[in-house]
């Protein structure tokens, strides 16, 4: 189990690189774009960055809570509360990331008509679904090792 979780430790870091490339190359070229073409607009590049790079920060929130549930797995105290809590975060915190590329969807729309250029819309799209995915996912997860955990704590008291 321990060479599953350094891998899985070496891939988290390796998202926390890939995001900050991102937030450093990927979108000031895009926010550059985006200004050229909204420019009566500048409000809505500025909307569009902050809510990109909240999600960033966001983002990094729930490398970090994933980080930690494999040290507990690394630990052996998966079963625990302390990891339902983490997983709660990670369903909040993929929520919130979500949420703000929901509001940002206007915003992607208007880029998409003036750019002619469909396809930006469902990029913003992609960017709001995958976090409404791993949300799902962790509350999943969440409710089954709480369920777990109720178990154990049910065959400790009969035993």
């Known amino acids: 189990m321990k060479g599953e979780t350094t891998f899985l430790k070496i891939v988290i870091f390796l998202m926390g690189l890939i995001m900050l490339g991102f937030c450093i190359v990927i979108v000031p ?7 050229n073409v ?11 960055g902050a809510g990109m790079y909240l999600a960033a920060i966001v983002f990094y929130l729930v490398l970090y809570q994933g980080y930690r549930l494999l040290k507990m797995i690394d630990h052996k ?14 369903k909040i915190e993929a929520y919130t ?11 992607f729309y208007i880029f998409a008509d003036r750019d002619d250029s469909p396809g930006m819309l469902l990029v913003g799209i992609v960017f ?16 089954l090792l709480h369920q777990a955990i109720e178990i154990k704590a049910e065959n400790d008291l009969t035993i």
């Open 29 to 35: 070229h895009y926010l550059i774009g985006a200004n």
């Open 128 to 143: 709001a679904g995958a976090p409404l995915v791993i949300a799902i996912f962790a509350s999943v997860l969440q409710k």
């Open 77 to 90: 105290s998966a079963f625990s509360n302390v990891a339902v809590q983490a997983l709660r975060w990670i």
């Open 97 to 107: 990331i979500c949420g703000l590329m929901i509001l940002e969807l206007p915003i």
């Open 38 to 48: 909204m420019s009566n607009w500048p409000i809505l590049t500025d909307l569009l």
